[in-house]
């Protein structure tokens, strides 16, 4: 059983072919390769209508009414206006996409995938400014130093890989816009790039910011244009406290695998359908200061969004934090590498120290997982990554034939 939980990403073997393919051929059959793989991955990805991460394959219904946060979207609903009036005609003609657009779920980690929007590489310094704008009018101080840092490090993984800066980058992000910024309409914006995708869903003063992926390869800069650049240190210490502060026998229950070999996420790029069961030890039995902890950890991710949204969704979480699981693949030792995933009907988070990729050439064994590759994953369960179960009911009222 435990063995079956410990499910594993299904974009190794795409990893391994960019890896492959990255070394050798000109750009331009590179680029082509590219392409194909991104093409196939989509096709497969979107195979099936959205639905949801789900415990058993049936959405639990009624967690995500429309009902007001009393928290102001109008400062990204100005920053987003700006963003789009400092982009000429034709790149407001590759950014701006229907709300209820598939493009949403046209999001991938791997380097090679081709996105859709505007990129900051292309941008104009006035542009970059306006899209950082964007940013910092959705995201908490600590979200928009964390998105920074993992574009500063994307390109400190360009230089240790003999300045390959036409692969990895700190410009190599897209910025994508779906529907029209509105204080009434649903509406909302998509980061998208190596490491760093922002769902940003805006309807009426409400917000949900997910599916979100944040990570990096290497997390700590000890060299370059941007040394001492360090991301995910938080994350990755709070969750192994978390696991140490857990009695031995709910440690019995939480660890389902005392050895990690490969790649354990499965909320990742076109798994917005994955069942997935609880597992792990249930915080019902947690004490007050378990709890606590736990909150503290959760708030490590949620905290990302701004500071008035990130308050409202912490409420959420506490509501069922009698429902929430924390469970555990790997060691517990001070240098482990390991998983761990806190899941309840209204968050599921990921953390995973993954296989080298970008920096194969530099690990003592490639096969295994290190500490200076990080994928985290935060989803919304039950219908409502991408704020799909919020536009549901806002269109109950009218016709609507969207994804």
């Known amino acids: 059983m435990k063995k079956r939980l410990a499910l594993f990403s299904c974009f190794s073997l795409l990893i391994t072919l960019s890896l492959a393919y ?7 059959d590179r680029m082509e390769r590219f392409r194909r793989m991104s093409s196939d991955a989509e096709q497969k990805g979107l195979a099936e209508p959205y639905r949801g991460i789900t415990r058993d394959g049936s959405v639990v219904p009624g967690l995500f009414p429309i009902r007001s946060s009393g928290v102001s979207t109008e400062p990204v609903k100005k920053a987003a206006s700006a963003f789009l009036a400092a982009l000429t005609k034709d790149q407001r003609s590759k950014t701006a996409f229907p709300v209820d657009d598939p493009e949403w779920r046209k999001w991938m980690n791997q380097h090679f995938y081709i996105r859709q929007g505007v990129s900051f590489q292309e941008m104009s310094e006035p542009q970059r400014e306006a899209a950082f704008g964007l ?38 992000y897209w910025i994508t816009v779906m529907g029209e910024p509105s204080a009434s309409e649903p509406w909302g914006w998509q980061l998208d790039g190596h490491h760093a995708i922002i769902n940003y869903l805006v309807l009426g003063d409400q917000v949900v910011m997910t599916p979100l992926f944040v990570g990096s390869e290497p997390v700590i800069a000890y ?9 995910l240190q938080d994350e990755q210490n709070q969750g192994l406290a978390m696991i140490r502060a857990l009695t031995e026998s709910q440690r019995e229950k939480a660890i389902l695998q005392v050895s990690k070999t490969g790649n354990n996420n499965v909320g990742e790029a076109f798994k917005d359908n994955v069942i997935l069961d ?11 200061a378990q709890k606590k902890q736990l909150l503290d950890l959760i708030g490590r991710y949620v905290n990302n ?3 008035g949204h990130a308050r409202v969704k912490m409420e959420e979480v506490r509501r069922h934090l009698d429902e929430t699981w924390f469970a555990w693949i790997g060691g517990t030792e001070d240098k482990s590498v390991f998983y761990y995933r806190i899941h ?33 994953v935060v989803r919304t369960p ?13 269109y109950q009222r009218r016709p609507h034939t969207g994804d």
């Open 382 to 394: 039950n219908g409502n990554d991408y704020g799909k179960d919020l536009l549901r009911q806002h």
């Open 305 to 307: 969004m701004d500071d």
């Open 22 to 28: 990255s070394q050798r051929g000109g750009a331009g």
């Open 135 to 172: 940013l910092r009018a959705s995201l908490s101080a600590k979200g928009l130093k964390l998105t920074r840092d993992i574009m500063r490090l994307n390109y400190t993984l360009g230089e240790l890989n003999n300045n390959n800066f036409e692969e990895y980058g700190e410009w190599l």
């Open 278 to 288: 609880y597992a792990g030890v249930p915080a019902a039995g947690f004490s007050t």
């Open 344 to 376: 309840s009907p209204v968050i599921l988070i990921e953390f995973d120290h993954q296989q080298p990729v970008g920096l194969r050439h530099l690990a003592a064994d490639p096969r295994l997982p290190e500490r200076q590759h990080v994928h985290c």
């Open 223 to 231: 060299e370059g244009k941007y040394k001492g650049a360090v991301i």
